[in-house]
Structures are given as structure tokens and as C-alpha cells.
């Protein structure tokens, strides 16, 4: 009697675990005559390669029909093997980029997408000091990343705010567009040996972490020394803050503090190859709610069937469409869910 529940249940997750992957794979789709990758990132719609970068010549994502903009992406094949970039929109305001110190970043690496969620390579920024406390840069640096009015929030659970040194303040500046959030956390260190004897958890022995609510589409990230690293400079000149997906980020004590962070390596092994590791974005379609989208079919994104539904997003406006339990395809466009 017992293995025969067992094998019952062993049926029953067989079978759940295979629904799972088929919808999961069903939503790789693109329009037809796109192209479905860029290197080893799939692209399904409602995102699409732009033209410039596409051998298909067409506006592949929804951001035309929709008069947005955060869908199109740039396949950048100088690299080998091409990178997938987020493509800024052509008004000012539409312009993506991370801000480190002086420096503007306007590629903003892709390396996965999901029915919900959208991975780039995180951003880092790392203040050095001289033995005399001087600092080895022309100024304090600072991280900043703005998504506001675009697709795109912080995922708040599964993304953390890292801060790295034996002698560091760091701050990181949250908003919503409604509301602006600071918070905090300090990290330092004992001594040399106490630091690689503690196991590399993020605590605050060379590094601490903070989190946020969700929603939030613009981050700034401040990193300090109360001391400018004159008391721990042997082991540990600089001080590093960045954002990033907590599951892969793991403190190391012996690279991450005893080489100069900038060379601090923010991958992860997957297999056989080392990963970047990722920041998670959380993405809807436009600012209104599915029952007020609904009211203009000619901008609803939803394929209008009964085999798909219209999800509200918790992470703030905006919505995304899904297919009904038992059906398969993509919802966005022709045929939809089957």
C-alpha cells in the first residue's frame, strides 16, 4: 500500500514538473521572422531585437505597438559570441545607464529573461585608499541606476545591497517615485586572520548587507570609511558597494578583502564556466492595471482568447499576460495560448 502512494505521488510531480517546463518553454517565443536569440540569451516576445542589430530588419518588440519603451534590445555582435544590451529610448528621459563615479555606462548587459524578471551583469564601484589614508581616486565613488517610468523595479526578494571592507560606511538611496528610503550598514574587521577565520558571511565582518521594499526603480549606492582604511590598510586598502542577487553572491574573505576589490571578480560557477552575477529586475507591461488596459483593446497587449489571462504586477503599475493552466504558447501575440 505504501509504495503505491509513493508511486502515485512520484506520478503526480512527474507530471506537475513536466506542465512547469512545457509553459516555461512555450513563453520563448518570438514574433515571426525575428530572430530568438542574441549569443546565448533567448529572447522571447514581448521583448525583440531592434532592427539595426537584426538580420530580419523588423521591430521585433512590443515597445512600437505599445509606444514604449524598455522591450528593444541591442545584439551587439562584435562580441564573440554576441551580447545582448537593453536599448535606451530616443527622448532623454528614456535613456538607460548606470552612473559609477564620473563614469557613464550606457550598456546595460542582459544575460537572461523570464515570464517576470529580466537579469543584467550588476555594477560595482570601489574606493581606494593610499597608506596614509589619501584617497587613490579624484573623488568618493558612488553607484546610480535609474529605471523610472520604464518596465523595470528591483526585485526585493531576491536582490540584496552588498557592501565589502574592513573599515566601511555604506548607504544606499531607494525610490519608488513616490517615496525616497535610505538605509544603512558598517562592516570592519577584528584583524587579518579573524576575518578569513569567520566563513564569509555577510554580517559585518567585511561585509554587510541591506534590503528594500519593493517597487523601487532607482538606486544610489554610497560607500565611506570612517577611517579612510588607515587602521586595516595592510589587508585591506578599498572599500566596494554593489547590488546583486543574493543566491549568487557569496563573501569571500580571502579575494574579496585581501586583493584590492577592484579586481574582485563578481562571478559565479555554473558547470564548467564562471558567470556574472546578475542583478534581478522585475518587468510589467505599461502603467495601468489589467482592468484598465482592458478598456482600450487596441493597446491591450493581452492575446484576446479564453485560453489566457491578464496579471496585475505587485511590483507596482503595470501588467503581464499568462497562459490558463493546461494551455501552452505565448500570450502576447498570434496564436496565444493553445
Known sequence: MFLQLLFQLMVI??????????????????KPGCESKCGNVSIPYPFGI???????????????ALRSYGFSINCNTSYDPPKAFLASGRRKYEQFYVLIGETIQYELEILSISESEIRLKTWQTTTCYDKSGGLLTSSRQFVYVNFRGSPFT??????RVFAVGCDTFAQAYMSDNVKNYTYTCQSGCDGRINVLDQGGSCTGSGCCQMTFPKGQTKFTGVEMS?????AVWSFNPCS???????????????????NPP??????????????????????????????EAQKDLATFACHQDYNSNCIDSDNGLGYRCSCNKGYEGNPYF???CQ
Request: hydrophobic share 30%; charged share 15%.
Open 13 to 30: 510531480i512527474c507530471c506537475w514538473r513536466i506542465e512547469l517546463v512545457s509553459s516555461s518553454l512555450s513563453f520563448f517565443q518570438t
Open 50 to 64: 531592434l532592427p539595426s542589430s537584426s538580420s530580419s530588419g523588423r521591430d521585433c518588440s512590443i515597445d512600437g
Open 154 to 159: 528591483f526585485s526585493e526578494t531576491k536582490n
Open 226 to 230: 570612517p577611517n579612510n582604511h588607515t
Open 240 to 258: 566596494s558597494i554593489f547590488m546583486a542577487e543574493q543566491d549568487h553572491y557569496k563573501f569571500n574573505p580571502a579575494t574579496d578583502l585581501l
Open 262 to 291: 577592484q579586481n574582485m571578480s563578481l562571478v559565479y560557477r555554473e558547470g564548467n564556466q564562471d558567470v556574472p552575477i546578475p542583478v534581478v529586475l522585475n518587468w510589467a507591461l505599461g502603467n495601468q492595471t489589467c482592468e
Open 334 to 336: 498570434t496564436p496565444g
